[in-house]
């Protein structure tokens, strides 16, 4: 050790000289992003997987040296930024995966550096207290009474099964169509429910005759489940009729709305979820259609009293005396232990943007979806699916097999041109822009089909 100065304690991100330590780091990490984003030049790096990889181990280099680097921050962002799929560029438009707006993204921040957790109070004072009041809004806001915090559609539909099977018995089984979330199948068997009943969903929304008589066939109990916004089309289900059928049948429904229960900030088309709040249990997904950062999911429920299935006790979190003093248990609000306050981007978003505001980015990416679908009907080179129900449209070359179609789509990411996705429906495979980027233009709508004719095989 002799000859080497004293060790240097690096700064921490929070307490009274965090926002000091911190403010020098994030011009460095502004800087990166914006110089990988302008090295990147589209909205994918292009090349494909090996030379992503090859840039990115080029950063890297050494993954733990024995001497620290002082520009790993620097380095390491620009590096994923420039390999990154950019949900801002208009042209990327595969997934459910939308650009999270730039307040909420602020706010997280805060969470990061305070770095609150959500498994006790004295962890999280403010934080169990916002999220109480924010949750509970959301819930309402559906038609229901409560809500928890989730990391996204996965985990908040596998709690609607859990919560189904601690209040109807683990013989309770899952009645889903074939255009169900394929999270909600995984969660019947992560649960060790019997198989689910999968019923046809032609044109890509659930058969009602085919609810309708397996409703009235199928021993009980019956959790049926209906989709608002489906991951490939974004179609709704009949919601009103299914749950006409359940409550006929005394059957349970759970609604995964993942991707459309943001409509309900519409004053355009709320209309389109009629029959949400006929739901014992909803999945929400903020982290798609309400612009936040990865994670902000929701489940809402309508017996608030059903959550005691989750009440678990560890007396270093939620002694009796100290509950009985007044400190909240929060062990009871998830499966999780440790969780970061993913409420905040939320209620900022909320109270920045105000439920017209939000509305008016739901309408935006629904108008965009509409004239996609418009110049795809009026191109002569492709085929259009059908019109958008929220804003996914699916089209393809006209007169292109599906080897043909599932081609266009990887030439496009491999040179890093556009991300598009791919779907499956009435047996041809379909090319999917998902558009949840308020700021695209008709000139980036009119690029995007370009780019897929010009290299498309006459």
């Keep these: 050790m002799s000859g080497q100065g ?45 030379a992503v990889a090859a840039r990115v181990t080029a950063a890297l280099a050494d993954v733990l040296p024995d001497h620290g680097d002082p520009d790993a921050l620097r380095a390491l962002v620009h590096a994923l930024a420039e390999g990154a799929a950019d949900p801002a ?30 498994d006790s109070w004295d962890q999280a004072p403010a934080a169990s207290a916002l999220e109480t009041a924010v949750t ?45 979330h394929h999270s909600l199948p995984r969660a ?24 309708d008589q397996a409703l009235t066939t199928l021993p009980g109990p019956l959790l049926v489940t209906a989709t608002a916004g489906t991951t490939d089309a974004g179609l709704i289900d009949p919601l009103p009729e299914i749950a006409g059928l359940c409550a006929a ?17 519409s004053d355009r088309h709320r209309d389109k979820l009629h029959g949400l709040d006929a739901a014992h249990t909803v999945t929400l997904d903020l982290h798609k259609l309400g612009w936040q950062p990865v994670a902000a999911g929701l489940l809402a429920v309508a017996h608030p009293t059903e959550l005691t299935a989750l009440h678990h006790r560890a007396d270093y979190l939620n002694a009796d005396d100290d509950t009985d003093a007044g400190l909240p248990d929060l062990l009871d609000r998830s499966l999780r232990t440790t969780r970061r306050p993913d409420i905040l981007k939320i209620a900022v978003t909320l109270k920045t943007l105000g439920r017209t505001g939000l509305g008016a980015l739901v309408d935006q990416v629904c108008d965009r979806a509409r004239r996609l679908a418009t110049l795809i009907a009026e191109h002569p080179g492709l085929d259009l699916y059908d019109r958008p129900v929220i804003s996914t449209v699916l089209f393809r070359p006209t007169g292109a097999d599906d080897d043909t179609v599932a081609a266009v789509r990887r030439r496009l990411l491999h040179e ?13 495979l379909w ?3 998902t558009l949840l980027n308020p700021h695209t233009r008709p000139d980036d709508l009119a690029q995007l089909l370009k780019l897929v004719t010009e290299g498309t095989p006459a």
């Design 416 to 428: 890093g041109r556009a991300v598009l996705g791919r779907a499956r429906l009435d047996g041809r």
């Design 89 to 118: 560029d208009p042209l990327c438009a595969a997934h459910l995966h939308c650009p999270p707006l730039a307040v909420a993204t602020a706010a997280d921040l805060a969470v990061s550096a305070l770095n609150p957790s959500l």
């Design 188 to 211: 019947a068997w992560l649960l060790g429910l019997p198989d689910p009943v999968v019923l046809p969903a032609p044109h890509g929304t659930l058969d009602l005759a085919a609810l």
């Design 431 to 433: 090319l999917k822009a």
């Design 249 to 265: 049948h005394g059957a349970r429904l759970h609604i995964d709305a993942a991707y459309g229960g943001s409509l309900l900030f």
């Design 136 to 180: 509970r809004t959301l819930a309402h806001a559906t038609g229901l009474a409560d809500a928890l915090v989730t990391t996204g559609g996965t985990e908040a539909n596998q709690l609607a099964l859990l919560l189904a099977r601690e209040t109807h018995g683990d013989g309770v089984r899952l009645v889903c169509a074939a255009n169900a």
């Design 6 to 50: 004293p060790l240097h304690t690096p700064p921490l991100a929070s307490g009274a000289h965090g926002p000091t330590a911190l403010r020098p780091l994030l011009d460095t990490v502004l800087d990166a992003l914006t110089a990988g984003t302008r090295a990147r030049g589209g909205p994918l790096p292009g090349g494909g997987p090996q």
